[in-house]
């Protein structure tokens, strides 16, 4: 049986690249580089952890996951790592998922949430320059969330195309 990483055909490096060209299109004018590779690397990891997995944090199913494990949580608000998890899960699905939550999820209201989690992880964080960024992100987290959903729909819209190979009664 092969390795797992070779069923899946795509590399964390692929995934970033992907996630990297996505958003750069759906951006208009100028934004950050550091952001921008930030950004897509939330949507590269998220895009290889399942909701089940049992290494890492697993990705979140739901905003409801988010409110539980960290909105409710106290604990979370003294811990930089565990705050800048909740601010990406927020990212993630109020963003990229935001066409399936917003049926019943207030996207808005987990928008200050998510960017509050961020502003809050940035003022833990001991390095400056990932406070720096990590308070930047907060800033403009709803840009980003908006990139998110477009890249989301775009995604969605584009066309799949599987060629299959040329049988010989193509040929005549």
Same mark, same amino acid.
């Given at each position: 049986?092969?390795?797992?990483? #070779? %069923?899946?055909?795509?590399? #964390?490096?692929?995934?970033?690249? @992907? @996630? ?11 934004? !950050? ?43 979370? /608000? ?5 705050? #800048? ?16 939550? /917003? ?31 990590? !308070? ?8 980003? &969330?908006?990139?998110?959903? /477009?890249?989301? &729909? ?8 599987? /060629?299959?190979?040329?049988?010989? !009664? !193509? %040929?005549?």
């Amino acid at each position: 049986m092969e390795p797992l990483s #070779e %069923l899946l055909a795509t590399t #964390e490096r692929q995934a970033l690249e @992907f @996630f990297f060209v996505g958003l750069r299109d759906v951006t208009e004018g100028e934004v !950050d580089v550091q952001e921008l590779l930030y950004n897509a690397s939330i949507l590269a990891h998220y895009a290889q952890v399942s909701t089940r997995a049992g290494f890492d944090v697993p990705a979140p199913a739901s905003l409801i996951e988010v409110f539980d494990q960290f909105v409710l949580d106290e604990t979370v /608000r003294h811990d930089a790592s565990l705050l #800048e998890t909740a601010a990406t899960q927020c990212l993630l699905l109020a963003g990229f998922f935001e066409s399936q939550m /917003r049926h019943r999820h207030n996207i808005r209201w987990y928008a200050g949430v998510g960017a509050g989690f961020f502003r809050e992880a940035a003022h833990l964080e001991k390095s400056p320059r990932k406070a720096e960024l990590l !308070d930047t992100v907060g800033r403009h987290f709803e840009p980003w &969330r908006l990139r998110y959903a /477009r890249l989301s &729909r775009e995604l969605r819209l584009r066309p799949y195309v599987i /060629r299959r190979p040329a049988s010989p !009664d !193509d %040929l005549s």
